[in-house]
């Protein structure tokens, strides 16, 4: 089976220029993932690498499929200068090994929590997973492997976590979208959620 990240590295490069910054976390009993840093302007860019190597198990599955299942990676996008942003590697790499540690599959959606502030002082411990296509085309791989997406992280504030758990995703993107909220703003307030 051919590896796949250097496909997913060209994928990246493709969409986003070329990486300024790259750090590598390992976990023990995981493989290795590395997070890609990206300027735009004053957009940057966190992009991890590693976690497409092996495709999301079903946690109820008797065996994983070593080809077949979902395949992604993540992708923050903040505005640079704000924040210590750059602090954010670790947690992104934390939220990238979550399948294989804890055998959960990340999917559109979803919220991922890492149990404490994304970086220093931020007002989100947790993310809710977008839709992808937007920013990184989908990686076609060779049948049977799976289409590796490049899923992007929305930064949530407790508030609007707990909130998005009652009334569900979509409910709260539209909440951010009537209001105008900025959810690059690494120090954005929670949208008003009455």
């Known amino acids: ?8 590295e060209a994928r990246l490069r493709t969409a986003l220029g070329e990486p300024d910054a790259r750090a590598a976390v390992t976990f023990l009993g995981t493989d290795r993932i590395e997070v890609l840093r990206f300027q735009e302007g004053d957009i940057v860019r966190y992009a991890t690498l590693g976690m497409s190597a092996q495709p999301m198990a079903d946690p109820t599955a008797m065996l994983a499929d070593p080809e077949r299942g979902p395949r992604a990676e993540l992708v923050l996008s903040v505005r640079g200068g704000r924040a210590e942003t750059g602090k954010v590697l670790r947690p992104l790499a934390v939220l990238a090994a979550s399948p294989q540690v804890e055998g959960v599959v990340v999917a559109p959606g979803a919220s991922l929590d890492v149990g404490e502030p994304l970086w220093p ?18 990686l076609e791989l060779d049948a049977p492997l799976d289409p590796v997406r490049f899923l992007p992280l929305l930064p949530m504030t407790p508030n609007e976590a707990a909130w998005k758990r009652v009334h569900g995703a979509q409910a709260l993107q ?3 979208l009537t209001h105008g909220t900025d959810l690059r703003d690494p120090s954005r307030r929670s949208v008003p959620l009455d």
């Open 121 to 138: 002082g931020a007002p989100f411990s947790s993310v809710l997973v977008a839709e992808p296509g937007g920013l990184v085309e989908d």
């Open 174 to 176: 539209e909440r951010w």
């Open 1 to 8: 089976m051919a590896d796949v990240l250097p496909l997913v």
